[in-house]
């Protein structure tokens, strides 16, 4: 009897990291504030998606959600997108030939900022602390190792009976290698908010699952927001097979989440933006 209790509160804890069977949402209040994070893929300036409109249709989409704290990953300032709503912005671009950046916008004032970055990788971390009434907030914005397999993955997926030994185990090596490489950026980021003393949000785009150690070390006692407070499944990444969910907002136990939301049917970049609905308790 107390083994299948120990097995189905196990199940339950796997489940609620893939699947929520019911969301969590709560009424709405002046205190309330929006956080929202999305890797936008450069806004497409390099045309992966078949249409010129990519940049705009991303701007008309926070425009209606109306984010009071917005975290872009692969922020691109080619594409010229206009986010002026925002008065206050910490934007760290890097890069020679092809400059990407990670970005954080925010309806409230800035008052520090940072970034993190990464031996050997051009991934990294951005931080801001935001001032919100009275309390101070601090936000990260990751973007962790890239797998850097697409094509490959897309090869599998298409063709799963002709995949050779050899591509396997090149595939088998990148994701080694890239994991790895994200163990140690956690370590780095998991020693960084040792040093903060502010409550917290970690979001962005962490390219690992949420059964991973990576996951784990990065989450700490932080809230899943998803978990708390999701819908379905949470998937926040374009993957044929599977609902992957590789994006994150997780929040300080001093907020209570009142609200989750991912937007698969909004397909402007590989990932899909999410959006939570949080509270200072």
Not at 114 to 141: C, H, M
């Amino acid at each position: 009897m107390i083994l299948s209790g120990i097995v189905l509160i196990l199940g339950i804890t796997f489940v609620n990291k893939f699947y929520k069977f019911s969301s969590n949402e709560q009424p709405i209040e002046e205190k309330d504030f929006i956080v929202m994070s999305y890797n936008v893929r450069l806004f497409n300036i390099f045309q992966w998606i078949p249409s010129e409109n990519v940049g705009d249709e991303i701007k008309k989409f926070i425009n209606e959600q109306n984010p009071d704290i917005l975290c872009i990953q692969e922020y691109s300032e080619t594409a010229k997108v206009d986010l002026r709503v925002y008065k206050h912005k910490f934007i760290f671009m890097q890069g020679k030939n092809i400059k990407t950046g990670q970005a954080i916008f925010s309806k409230y004032p800035i008052i520090g900022k940072g970034n993190i970055e990464f031996p050997q990788s051009d991934n990294l971390i951005v931080f801001a602390d935001i001032r919100k009434g009275k309390d101070t907030i601090r936000v990260y914005n990751m973007h962790l190792q890239s797998i850097k397999i697409s094509p490959d993955v897309n090869e599998m997926q298409d063709n799963v009976d002709s995949i050779s030994q050899q591509k396997s185990q090149l595939v088998v090596k990148r994701i080694s290698l890239a994991f790895k490489q994200q163990q140690q950026q956690a370590e780095i980021l998991k020693n960084h908010k040792k040093e903060c003393h502010y409550p917290m949000i970690i979001c962005g785009d962490m390219n690992n699952s949420a059964f991973s150690y990576v996951y784990r070390s990065i989450k700490g006692n932080l809230n899943d927001c998803f978990e708390e407070a999701g819908n379905g499944f949470g998937q926040t990444y374009c993957f044929k097979y599977y609902p992957a969910r590789i994006d994150y907002i997780f929040a300080d136990k001093s907020m209570k989440v009142k609200g989750f939301q991912n937007f698969p049917k909004f397909k402007e970049s590989d990932h899909y933006p999410i959006l939570a609905r949080l509270i200072m308790e």
